[in-house]
């Protein structure tokens, strides 16, 4: 199994909204053959809580303009950490902190990197496996 158009498309248009909030680290993962609940992570770092928060609101816009809610969103508290849960794709906004400790990409490194090339590098460039 490979993740949807649907999906692919909606991480394009999250990885964009997350670059233009000047996220950094912007990977994005095909878990559909290892996940049942979920076709893409998409995982990217912000240096401060306030813009990890600000990263958040930038893909929550993005998509809002395609009428399309997070069914879950969990994390808003601490701001370190705020996972958007869109069924097909679930957006992982971390502070750097955090994801240097919890290394997601290490947690799935099994999974397909999608090309986000159309991302300036700095933005895409993959976190240390």
């Not at 053959?33 to 995982?43: G, Q």
């Not at 997601?104 to 895409?124: G, N, T, V, Y």
């Amino acid at each position: 199994m490979t993740a949807t158009d649907r999906a692919l498309e909606l991480t394009r248009m999250a990885a964009q909204a997350a670059a233009s909030k000047l996220a950094t680290d912007i990977v994005a993962l095909d878990v559909s053959d290892r996940l049942a609940i979920t076709d893409v992570f998409l995982v990217c770092s912000a240096s401060n809580e306030r813009q990890v928060k600000a990263v958040v609101d930038g893909i929550e816009e993005a998509l809002d303009a395609i009428d399309l809610d997070p069914v879950r969103r969990e994390g808003e508290r601490g701001s370190r950490w705020i996972l958007l849960d869109y069924l097909e794709l679930v957006v992982h906004v971390q502070h750097v902190e955090e994801r240097d400790f919890y290394g997601l990409e290490r947690l799935w490194k099994d999974c397909p990197a999608i090309d986000l090339s159309f991302l300036d590098a700095e933005q895409s460039a993959p976190a240390e496996l």
